[in-house]
């Protein structure tokens, strides 16, 4: 079965630390972009980060710039999501998801065609 | 960052139905946008990318079109399983952004 599993949320007091994990199966994880977005409570899906296939280029929310870090283990087809300096704002679902990064002629576009259940994150004190 | 505004928020509308959701960008980003549907306690699903390209396996009466800074998520004939949010996502550049959601009601 192809999927994605999310684990690692909890409940951290603000300034503190989590790592979320996505562990992938029926697909070949190495070959695709993978992503990470979150859904506050009673608010819209907010994109988080991304990172190419093999782990080389990275990309982050304006809002967890510098406190969040995206890596992945491509042999242990694993997905991660370091959060420091965690903030109350960052109380929300997380979902892993798989981008099949769609080539049209050389222009590329997100196709984001597979998501966890999510783990939730909350940040209180 | 490129500020994406969906509209309406919410909207009720009966079986059958033909309903439209725009999503308008801060600034051109060709036709670099994706529909997603999440329904109550499930993760997002794919309906469109690249504005107009229906994904694998998502019924025909959802259609996209648009391009530059207005987009429009179309909905024929609505049905029952379409009760859900639907959130536009501009891929042209980093930081990806959503809009803020539209949630449909089907009475």
């Known amino acids: 079965e192809v999927r994605v599993v999310e684990s690692g949320g909890g409940t951290v007091q603000p300034g503190g630390s989590l790592r979320l994990s996505c562990v992938a199966s029926?697909?070949?994880?190495?070959?695709?972009?993978m992503i990470w977005i979150r859904r506050a409570p009673g608010k819209g899906l907010e994109w988080v980060a991304n990172?190419?296939?093999?782990?080389?280029?990275?990309f982050y929310a304006d809002s967890v710039v510098g406190r969040f870090t995206i890596s992945r283990d491509n042999a242990k087809n694993s997905l991660f999501l370091q959060m420091d300096g965690l903030r109350v704002e960052d109380t929300a679902l997380y979902y892993c998801?798989?981008?099949?990064?769609?080539?049209?002629?050389?222009?590329?576009?997100?196709?984001?065609?597979?998501w966890g259940q999510g783990t939730m994150v909350t940040v209180s004190s | 960052a490129i500020q994406m505004t969906q509209s309406p928020s919410s909207l009720s509308a009966s079986v059958g139905d033909r309903v439209t959701i725009t999503c308008r960008a801060s600034?051109?980003?060709?036709?670099?946008l994706g529909w997603y549907q999440q329904k109550a306690g499930n993760g997002p699903n794919l309906l469109i990318y690249?504005?107009?390209t229906l994904h694998a396996g998502v019924p025909s009466r959802f259609s996209g079109s648009g391009s530059g800074t207005d987009f429009t998520l179309t909905i024929s004939n609505l049905q029952p399983e379409d009760s859900a949010t639907y959130y536009c996502?501009?891929?042209?550049?980093?930081?990806?952004?959503f809009g803020q959601g539209t949630k449909v009601e089907v009475k």
């Open positions: 998801a798989r981008d099949l990064n769609y080539n049209d002629k050389g222009h590329y576009f997100d196709v984001i065609d597979l």
């Open positions: 029926g697909f070949t994880f190495g070959d695709h972009w």
């Open positions: 990172i190419d296939e093999g782990g080389n280029k990275k």
């Open positions: 600034q051109g980003i060709k036709n670099d």
């Open positions: 690249a504005a107009s």
């Open positions: 996502l501009q891929d042209y550049t980093y930081p990806r952004t």
